[in-house]
Structures are given as C-alpha cells and as structure tokens.
C-alpha cells in the first residue's frame, strides 16, 4: 500500500481535512430523520446509526495505528474484520451519541499528536497484515477521507430511505 512520503505541504491539507472529520459526521448524523437512523438501504448494507458506531470503532484502531507507527520498530497494523464487529458488537444497541463523542474526541487527540510529528515520523512504516507495507503517510491519506466518506454514505442512507418512503 505504501505510496510514498508526503511533505510538510502535501500533508497539511490532509490533516484539516482529517481534523474536520468529526463535525462533518456529526453534520450528517444530525438530519437523519429518528424513524431512518436503523434503516438498511439494502442487505449487507449498515443503516446510519451503525455507519456512526463503525466510524468510532474504526477512529479508536486509527488512532493507535498511528502511534504504533511512528513509535515502534517493525510495528504489525492488524487488519480487522469491520463487517463481524458490527454485527458482534451489536452497533444497533450501542448509543450513537457515545460514538460520536469517541469520534470527536479520538480524533483531536490524535491530530494534536499529528500535528506536532516531525518529518522523519511520517516517513516511518510498519506491515499492515491485509496489504503489506504501511506508512504513517498512507496512514493519513487513509483516515483523513475516512469519516468523511462514511458522513457521505449517511446522507446516501436518508436520500434511499426517503425515496423507498415515496
């Protein structure tokens, strides 16, 4: 997977966009309607409230993953089955606004470390087990999209359930 080393210019962009994440996912979740937030636009699909509860799980692993990253020697970033911790862990039953606090403050806890990571850190890389050789800049341009994607993938949910709703 990894693609290169970011510099200190390349970098910025993505860590305003990663430190945006939160407000934008809160954003979306705000105007999914109550009856629509454990509404599955398909099978296999998740409904808004468990895209939420992934996006906290998936912010508690990123977060770590980063540390390990650029503190380690040789650090192993496991991959996880999210499809299986959904289900699992029952994201339905977990409080959406717990999710979101994790999110919000997973995440600046995290920036606040990545924004103080000198060069070199970013230039350091571990194995990720499911695609292979993994940097902190890979790293970055993977979660800086990441919440984002999943708040578009909300606002998908709601124009599905409405149109199913006629």
């Known amino acids: 997977?990894?693609?290169?080393?970011?510099?200190?210019?390349?970098?910025?962009?993505?860590?305003?966009?990663?430190?945006?994440?939160?407000?934008r996912l809160r954003a979306a979740w705000e105007v999914v309607p109550a009856e629509a937030r454990q509404w599955r636009p398909g099978p296999g699909t998740w409904s808004a409230h468990e895209v939420v509860v992934h996006c906290a799980d998936s912010e508690a692993n990123a977060a770590l993953r980063l540390r390990y990253l650029v503190t380690e020697k040789e650090p192993l970033i496991?991959?996880?089955?999210?499809?299986a911790w959904a289900r699992e862990h029952d994201y339905h039953a977990h409080p959406a606004e717990v999710a979101l606090a994790v999110v919000d403050a997973v995440r600046a806890h995290t920036a606040a470390l990545a924004r103080r990571l000198p060069d070199a850190a970013w230039a350091r890389a571990g194995r990720h087990t499911e695609s292979g050789p993994y940097s902190a800049c890979d790293w970055l341009r993977s979660y800086a999209a990441h919440v984002e994607n999943h708040a578009r993938q909300i606002e998908r949910n709601v124009a599905a359930w409405r149109e199913s709703r006629g």
């Open 78 to 83: 496991v991959g996880y089955d999210q499809e």
């Open 1 to 23: 997977m990894s693609t290169g080393v970011l510099t200190a210019a390349e970098r910025e962009p993505l860590l305003r966009q990663y430190e945006k994440g939160p407000a």
